[in-house]
């Protein structure tokens, strides 16, 4: 195991099984979910002196009442441990103007951009709870850890809504066949 695993050991996480009939193959499933267009966001947390964000398109709304979602990070990331530590997270769903900053939380410019470096793109703040707000996103949301359910390689965290910044003006970034798009109005 590596260390952020072993902080993941959240006790409230509930354990998916195993499927009774054969999984397709990585390929397979990668090819069939190229097909779904989703939002491009930004999940990030900040713990102490750390702060992670990481791009993400396993996204989605969960419930209204309590108004809720549910975000899917890799179990082994630093984010996923800063999410548990810091008992929250907050999502940025990036404008179709943002996608520089898609791309730097993807990782695309340098395997070596990670925690701080990433921020450099875009303009951040903080919402009240610590986590961190992208100013110009279509929508930001800051979320309450308030359950997660654990996979054999991701986290899926549900995060109750506390707040939440809107731009009606804006268009989402939409990831679709691997690569960016733009609604059409």
Known sequence: MTAPIL?????????????????????DFREAMSMMASSVGVVAAAHEDEVRGRTATAVFS????????????????????????????SLAILASDQQVIGDAFAGKFDDRLAGLDRFAFGVWGQWPSGNPLLYG???ALDCELIGSIETQTHMLFAGGVTATEVAPAKTPLIWHRRGYAALKE
Do not use: C, W
């Not at 902080?7 to 390929?27: E, F, I």
């Not at 209204?64 to 990331?77: D, G």
């Open 62 to 89: 969960l419930s209204l009442e309590p108004p809720s979602i549910l975000v899917s990070i890799n179990i082994t990331s630093r984010l996923a441990d800063l999410i548990v530590k810091s008992r929250g997270f």
């Open 137 to 139: 996103a279509a929508v």
């Open 7 to 27: 902080d993941l050991l959240y006790a409230g996480a509930m354990h998916l099984k195993d499927t009774r009939q054969p999984a397709v193959s990585g390929a």
